[in-house]
């Protein structure tokens, strides 16, 4: 009957090989055979799947390399170079034309020279890395407070009712208003600009984390979880955590670029660094808007500023959405 049904020569083995018994093995039953998965290589792939990205990734790395590399190759000193044409009057405020005819030809020249007879250019690019390195580490700091304390915070119903009251009283106190009271008490310097900025920029961060562990804390494996004695400090960190990626990308997203607004905007009204930040430049040059021929001394930083915090959003944005695991199918 088997021959009527099949043609056991096409498979060219004899009917030992064919009908032989196969050994049970329990731990191959077991075996599930699918692709493997990484988490990191979908985001990515997810992530340069669209081309918009490695554009704007693109100009995020030309702006990191000229406020970080730049000031490095030419060895630029902020406490001498602003001043080497101080006394030549004939170098002060001149538009890119003008100054590539004084001082030659050469890249540092291309958007004229400041009212201290400076490169506006190599001004730029060194007050760039001043702001970014800022954003940054207030970014890194605001970020793992947020999440730490919002992760306590969504478990611990002791702490909750604690923090609550925390954030009730601080959250109602505008924000740019703590800065500025904190940076006038202290010296406006680097640090102390950090300090203003994180002391309680973490709390808004923390309650948002807080609302969404609450949110996913009683779910179905969750319960399980915690009814089999798994601590709530590995719940917190394999269960929920992991899930709010996504999330924490896209918060960081939008909280880098804000940084750069508040410095800039701190600086403008005369309170910020003491330092030639991007918001140090635009303070200093405010009045050559005014001036017929001086536009691009205030327009050039505010320029910059600008394109840093789009692309920063941007590329902070469009990661987020690359790390939530339902755009991986």
């Given at each position: 009957?088997?021959?009527?049904?099949?043609?056991?020569?096409?498979?060219?083995?004899?009917?030992?090989?064919?009908?032989?018994?196969?050994?049970?093995?329990?731990?191959?039953?077991?075996?599930?055979t699918a692709p493997r998965y990484s988490y990191w290589k979908s985001v990515f792939r997810v992530?340069?799947?669209?081309?918009?990205?490695?554009?704007?990734l693109s100009l995020l790395a030309v702006l990191i390399i000229f406020s970080y590399v730049y000031p490095a190759v030419i060895s630029y000193n902020a406490e001498v170079d602003p001043y080497v044409n101080l006394m030549d009057g004939s170098a002060k405020h001149l538009t890119p034309s003008q100054a590539l005819a004084k001082f030659g030809g050469g890249i540092k020249w291309i958007l004229g020279s400041g009212a201290s007879g400076?490169?506006?250019?190599?001004?730029?690019?060194?007050?760039?890395?001043?702001?970014?390195?800022?954003?940054?580490?207030?970014?890194?700091?605001?970020m793992l407070v947020g999440v730490v304390i919002g992760a306590v915070w969504g478990f611990s119903r002791k702490f909750d009712v604690?923090?609550?009251?925390?954030?009730?009283?601080?959250?109602?106190?505008?924000?740019?208003?703590?800065?500025?009271?904190?940076?006038?008490?202290?010296?406006?310097s680097f640090w102390s600009m950090v300090f203003a900025l994180t002391v309680t920029g973490w709390i808004g961060i923390a309650y948002f984390i807080r609302t969404q562990v609450i949110i996913i804390r009683d779910r179905e494996y969750n319960l399980a979880s915690r009814c089999l004695g798994t601590p709530i400090t590995r719940i917190a960190t394999k269960n929920i955590l992991p899930f709010l990626t996504s999330v924490i990308v896209t918060?960081?997203?939008?909280?880098?670029?804000?940084?750069?607004?508040?410095?800039?905007?701190?600086?403008?009204?005369?309170?910020?660094?003491?330092?030639?930040?991007?918001?140090?430049?635009?303070?200093?040059?405010?009045n050559a808007m005014l001036v017929p021929g001086w536009e691009i001394e205030f327009w050039s930083p505010v320029a910059?500023?600008?394109?840093?915090?789009?692309?920063?959003?941007v590329v902070g944005q469009n990661l987020g959405d690359a790390s939530d695991p339902r755009t991986h199918m």
């Amino acid at each position: 009957m088997a021959d009527n049904l099949y043609n056991l020569d096409e498979f060219n083995m004899s009917e030992e090989e064919l009908f032989s018994p196969v050994d049970r093995d329990s731990l191959e039953s077991e075996r599930i055979t699918a692709p493997r998965y990484s988490y990191w290589k979908s985001v990515f792939r997810v992530f340069f799947r669209k081309k918009i990205n490695i554009i704007v990734l693109s100009l995020l790395a030309v702006l990191i390399i000229f406020s970080y590399v730049y000031p490095a190759v030419i060895s630029y000193n902020a406490e001498v170079d602003p001043y080497v044409n101080l006394m030549d009057g004939s170098a002060k405020h001149l538009t890119p034309s003008q100054a590539l005819a004084k001082f030659g030809g050469g890249i540092k020249w291309i958007l004229g020279s400041g009212a201290s007879g400076e490169s506006t250019f190599d001004a730029i690019w060194y007050g760039s890395s001043i702001s970014i390195s800022l954003a940054l580490i207030c970014a890194a700091i605001n970020m793992l407070v947020g999440v730490v304390i919002g992760a306590v915070w969504g478990f611990s119903r002791k702490f909750d009712v604690f923090m609550t009251e925390v954030y009730n009283v601080v959250a109602n106190v505008p924000y740019i208003l703590l800065i500025s009271v904190i940076v006038l008490i202290m010296s406006a310097s680097f640090w102390s600009m950090v300090f203003a900025l994180t002391v309680t920029g973490w709390i808004g961060i923390a309650y948002f984390i807080r609302t969404q562990v609450i949110i996913i804390r009683d779910r179905e494996y969750n319960l399980a979880s915690r009814c089999l004695g798994t601590p709530i400090t590995r719940i917190a960190t394999k269960n929920i955590l992991p899930f709010l990626t996504s999330v924490i990308v896209t918060l960081v997203a939008t909280e880098i670029p804000s940084y750069i607004s508040y410095e800039v905007f701190l600086s403008y009204i005369g309170m910020g660094l003491k330092d030639m930040s991007l918001g140090k430049l635009i303070e200093a040059s405010q009045n050559a808007m005014l001036v017929p021929g001086w536009e691009i001394e205030f327009w050039s930083p505010v320029a910059v500023a600008s394109i840093i915090a789009v692309v920063l959003y941007v590329v902070g944005q469009n990661l987020g959405d690359a790390s939530d695991p339902r755009t991986h199918m």
